[in-house]
């Protein structure tokens, strides 16, 4: 088992984390959000365990998490890709304005430097 290969973009102030499960077993852990999203299972299928609880996904599929759930996915097919989307939000919950936000390729690579350090 590993954790999947992810990379990150942004435009104005939509995130976008891409998962790309390359194996069967693959899983990005447990974790919690302070706020609701959407994860967007685009090719192949997922087991998202909610505090516990599992439920079996099959491409194409917008998936809710409600925010403050611990949640982990699973890949259960070779090659599966998911998206976590969400606004960027303040500290406060708040939806940062797109004005506020930097420059997308900027926030972009900075995020992937920590994501995937070379």
Not at 27 to 56: C, P, W, Y
């Amino acid at each position: 088992m590993s954790q999947p290969i992810v990379q990150i973009n942004c435009v104005s102030n939509l995130f976008a984390r891409m998962m790309y499960f390359e194996k069967t077993g693959d899983k990005e852990l447990g974790h919690t959000h302070a706020f609701d999203h959407l994860t967007l299972l685009a090719k192949g299928k997922l087991r998202v365990s909610i505090n516990g609880q599992d439920t079996e996904f099959q491409a194409p599929q917008m998936i809710f998490i409600k925010a403050e759930l611990n949640h982990e996915l699973t890949a259960l097919t070779d090659g599966t890709v998911a998206y976590c989307i969400h606004a960027l939000r303040e500290p406060s919950g708040d939806i940062i304005a797109p004005e506020n936000v930097p420059q997308a390729e900027e926030l972009t690579a900075l995020v992937n430097s920590l994501v995937n350090p070379t």
